[in-house]
């Protein structure tokens, strides 16, 4: 299907990355975006980006560890994405569900990484919850001209200023849930070139592996229903989803050449 899984925790994953991306090439997905939430696990996405064919990696602080961002943090993610296959900032943004760091410090990590990938260039990766009013003003005040993607897309309601502004849309496994109602609506709404799939792995295993880690390979269920919901075949979702994601995150300079 030439699937890409635009948001993977490779290094939380059971077993190997080694083994998920051999998995997840046997389902028939190409390429995977491992994703940091700080630091270290910033750190493990790049050198697994860096040794892993097909794999790329994105690097930045969650809102959860937004009161460890320091100038240290700052200077290591900075030279993470000097390197050429970290192919964004995240994912990074606001939670006001689990408030786990104050929220005048998840506002100002925030709007310190939104001007990260303003100077590198890279897609920035946003996460979302319970905070869309705050996520989407922060947005246009900083993220103008930038290539933006709401990672596990739970803001429904600004579905059409997504398509206004062209952000791109992630949906993860839980646009299966059965009372996804809102989510499954937006996902019919979304623009044909704002479409992208992920699985959040090892978090949100869509139906009917619900219940069980996720793993890269799971995309493919999450892309067909996607493809049932809007009236598309398995090939057509993978190849819109497929275009949108190297368009976002730049990866078609960085594809490995054909043998």
Known sequence: MGLIDTHCHLDLLKGTPDEA??????????????????????????ALAARLDGVYAAVGVHPHEAVGFDGVVRTGLERLLGEPRVVAVGECGLDFYRDLAPRDVQRAVFVEQLALAR????????????????????????????????????????????NERGYYVSFAGNLTYKNADDLRRAAVAVRDDLLLVETDAPFLAPMPQRGHSNRPAY?????????????????????????????????????????
């Open 119 to 162: 100077r590198t260039g890279r897609a920035i990766c946003v996460h979302s919850r319970e905070a869309g009013g705050e996520t989407f003003a922060l947005l246009t005040e900083h993220a103008g001209g930038l290539r933006v993607v709401l990672h596990c897309f739970s803001t429904p309601e600004y579905v059409e200023l997504c």
């Open 21 to 46: 991306v051999a998995d997840a090439r046997a389902a028939g997905v190409q390429t995977i975006v491992a994703v940091g939430t700080e630091l270290r696990s910033s750190r493990a996405a790049a």
């Open 219 to 259: 995309v493919a269920l999450t892309a067909q229903f996607l493809a049932r919901l809007r009236g598309w075949s398995d090939d057509e979702v993978a190849a819109v989803t497929s275009a949108n994601a190297r368009r976002a995150f730049a990866l078609e300079p960085l594809a490995e050449p054909a043998p």
